[in-house]
């Protein structure tokens, strides 16, 4: 079963091309025009194993806040795919992660409902040309269209760079692991419900 999921999305704003395979080994090709999103993205694949091609044109010339939401929301929306019914699924996971000073800790849930809670606190407006309060909202826009739960927070850290690095790597990681498939129920559901769509 391959695990592999294309998403476009065009608007007035963005246009957004994402090719994400669950079951890959980490290569990433990231276009946004956002070095910094470029980098935490390329992160994001290379420590979940995932294999992502991701290409984004924004209104950078208003701020980067559209390229940024655009982007996670077909990130998205290419887990909640590639995922299908979710059977066999590990579903919950997570992951803390350092970065020197930072250490991050990102919690999922595949279940279906989307929630999104953060513990993030940022010493400074900016990471490169992106606000701080946008790489918060990047995993808010993730969890809502990928349908999970997702609960992160930044235990400490000095230097935003690499605390905006830490939770993309812990989020990954949650994800690798939340993804897995459980050879002791190849075909089930991991519900009481027996459905998580």
Known sequence: MKRIAEVSRVTGETEVAVTLNL???????????????????TNFAVHGLFDLRLAARG????????TVEDTALCLGIAFDQALGER?????????????????????????????????????????????TSVITHFFES???????????????GRDDHHQA??????????????????PRRPEQVPSTKGRLT
Not at 23 to 41: N, R, S, Y
Not at 59 to 66: E, F, P
Not at 101 to 111: F, N, P, R, T
Request: hydrophobic share 50%; charged share 20%.
């Open 165 to 182: 690095e830490a939770l993309f790597k812990a989020c990954a990681r949650a994800l690798e692991r939340a993804t897995r498939l459980e």
């Open 87 to 131: 059977r066999g699924i590990v579903r919950i996971a997570d992951s803390f992660v350092p970065m020197d000073e930072a250490l991050a800790h990102v919690v999922i849930d595949l279940s279906g409902r989307p929630y999104a809670a953060l513990d993030v606190r940022w010493n400074s407006p900016a990471v490169g040309a992106i606000p």
């Open 59 to 66: 209104d950078l010339h208003v701020d980067a806040h559209h």
């Open 23 to 41: 079951d890959g080994t980490g290569q990433a090709d990231v276009q946004t025009g956002l070095g910094m999103l470029d980098h935490l993205l």
């Open 142 to 156: 993730l969890a809502v269209a990928a349908r999970c739960n997702l609960h992160a927070r930044l235990l400490y």
